[in-house]
């Protein structure tokens, strides 16, 4: 195995001179959905490393032979116990954080009822208000912007999908920048969010 740029290729890339096989590393994508009944919205609080402890909306990564909806309803239901239909899920966020190779899907999903529970990654799951939301205690930026956009959207009763690009400062500070939206009154903008 060596580390090089292969034949009309731009990128370095783990090649096996001896087969010619080129090995692509491409990014993760992880997909999950923002699940809400009435005015609140269910989160997990982790039970697994990375940031154990801290409450997250039910995501993971997508397995091979999985659509991006499948995976979400999946982790819904292995994170939460909660059953999400297809048809009443709509893609809501989406997320490049090309520093760390990974794209976030989220999918706003209405919940049917209050029957879930907390699976083996999650410590506990609960239905919770914006005024219940543990802000300080959130796993990660994409969650912290998502649930931002979700409470906003509800003021305004219209829930755009928008996409944003999640890079880090010269300061090291975690910036989400907006880069589309399905709703034309959005402007293109920084959005600050938690590291």
Same mark, same amino acid.
């Given at each position: 195995?060596?580390?090089?740029?292969?034949?009309?290729?731009?990128?370095?890339?783990?090649?096996?001179?001896?087969?010619?096989?080129?090995?692509?590393?491409?990014?993760?994508?992880?997909?999950?959905?923002?699940?809400?009944?009435?005015?609140?919205?269910?989160?997990?609080?982790?039970?697994?490393?990375?940031?154990?402890?801290?409450?997250?909306?039910?995501?993971?990564?997508?397995?091979?032979?999985?659509?991006?909806?499948?995976?979400?309803?999946?982790?819904?239901?292995?994170?939460?116990?909660?059953?999400?239909?297809?048809?009443?899920?709509?893609? !809501?966020?989406?997320?490049?954080?090309?520093? %760390?190779?990974?794209?976030?899907?989220?999918?706003?999903?209405?919940?049917?009822?209050?029957?879930?529970?907390?699976?083996?990654?999650?410590?506990?799951?609960?239905?919770?208000?914006?005024?219940?939301?543990?802000?300080?205690?959130?796993?990660?930026?994409?969650?912290?912007?998502?649930?931002?956009? !979700?409470?906003?959207?509800?003021?305004?009763?219209?829930?755009?999908?928008?996409?944003?690009?999640?890079?880090?400062?010269?300061?090291?500070?975690?910036?989400?920048?907006?880069?589309?939206?399905?709703?034309?009154?959005?402007?293109? %903008?920084?959005?600050?969010?938690?590291?």
């Amino acid at each position: 195995m060596v580390h090089h740029i292969p034949p009309g290729d731009d990128k370095l890339r783990y090649c096996c001179l001896q087969c010619d096989v080129v090995f692509y590393e491409n990014p993760r994508n992880i997909v999950g959905t923002l699940p809400v009944l009435g005015d609140r919205v269910l989160l997990c609080r982790r039970a697994i490393e990375p940031r154990y402890g801290l409450w997250t909306l039910p995501a993971g990564f997508l397995e091979n032979g999985e659509t991006t909806l499948q995976g979400a309803i999946r982790e819904t239901l292995e994170e939460a116990g909660a059953v999400v239909l297809p048809e009443d899920c709509s893609l !809501y966020t989406l997320f490049n954080l090309p520093d %760390i190779n990974q794209v976030y899907f989220f999918f706003l999903a209405t919940l049917r009822h209050e029957d879930f529970h907390p699976g083996v990654e999650s410590l506990e799951v609960a239905l919770l208000r914006e005024d219940e939301i543990p802000w300080d205690e959130l796993a990660f930026s994409v969650v912290r912007v998502t649930l931002e956009q !979700y409470f906003a959207d509800r003021r305004d009763t219209r829930f755009p999908v928008r996409m944003f690009d999640l890079r880090h400062t010269p300061q090291r500070q975690l910036q989400a920048t907006l880069t589309s939206s399905s709703s034309a009154s959005d402007s293109i %903008i920084p959005v600050p969010a938690a590291s």
